[in-house]
């Protein structure tokens, strides 16, 4: 079907169809737009990132990674074991919930957040099937100014996503002005957190 559209529209359907899923990186993103801090740093990195893998991607630099299997092992446990710690943390908060004024006081610091915003991004092995792989190959049938726009369509997509999951989370505050609401939420991103991390370590232990 992309084949009838343009190539920037066909590269922003593909950039969305492969970010807009439940992930630990959303998770995080919407659990900060909750709390209304940090918000503009923590979407401009997790878009900024994402433009900055698909372009080593169409351009080619992924096959730098394709060469280098070890490094993808280092970043499938680490990101695993990064996963699982942020599960516990979560499941420590189930037990101990609190309110969103509280939990905006003594949330991350910017640096915290940034660093776990990045962690969340490079430590995710999947995200560089995704663009080195998917989005970089499928590039490859594009030429010129055409590659360029379905490259950009594919960026455009992280940008609108992140900021509107991001910006948009706050429609959602008056729900979580309860602290057992946090709690549901807390609940389901430890879910997630330890079912990557298993599915992540389930990879490794499967070659």
Request: net charge positive; glycine share 10%; proline share 3%.
């Amino acid at each position: 079907m992309t084949m009838y559209l343009s190539p920037f529209v066909s590269g922003f359907i593909l950039g969305a169809s492969l970010i807009i899923a439940i992930g630990a990186q959303n998770a995080f993103v919407l659990r900060q737009g909750l709390l209304q801090k940090n918000v503009f740093v923590i979407c401009l990195i997790c878009a900024a990132s994402d433009a900055l893998l698909i372009s080593m991607g169409v351009t080619g630099l992924g096959l730098l990674i394709e060469r280098l299997p070890g490094l993808i092992t280092i970043i499938t446990l680490a990101g695993a074991t990064f996963l699982f710690v942020y599960g516990m943390m979560a499941v420590k908060r189930v037990f101990l919930p609190q309110s969103m004024e509280s939990l905006k006081e003594n949330g991350l610091s910017l640096r915290a957040a940034v660093l776990t915003c990045l962690a969340f991004t490079f430590l995710n092995p999947h995200v560089y099937l995704d663009t080195f792989i998917l989005i970089g190959g499928l590039s490859a049938s594009y030429d010129g100014g055409l590659k360029i726009a379905f490259t950009v369509g594919a960026m455009m997509a992280s940008f609108v996503w992140f900021f509107s999951l991001g910006y948009g989370a706050r429609l959602l505050v008056p729900f979580f002005e309860k602290p057992n609401s946090w709690r549901v939420l807390d609940g389901l991103i430890a879910i997630v957190m330890f079912g990557l991390a298993i599915s992540l370590l389930l990879q490794f232990l499967n070659g």
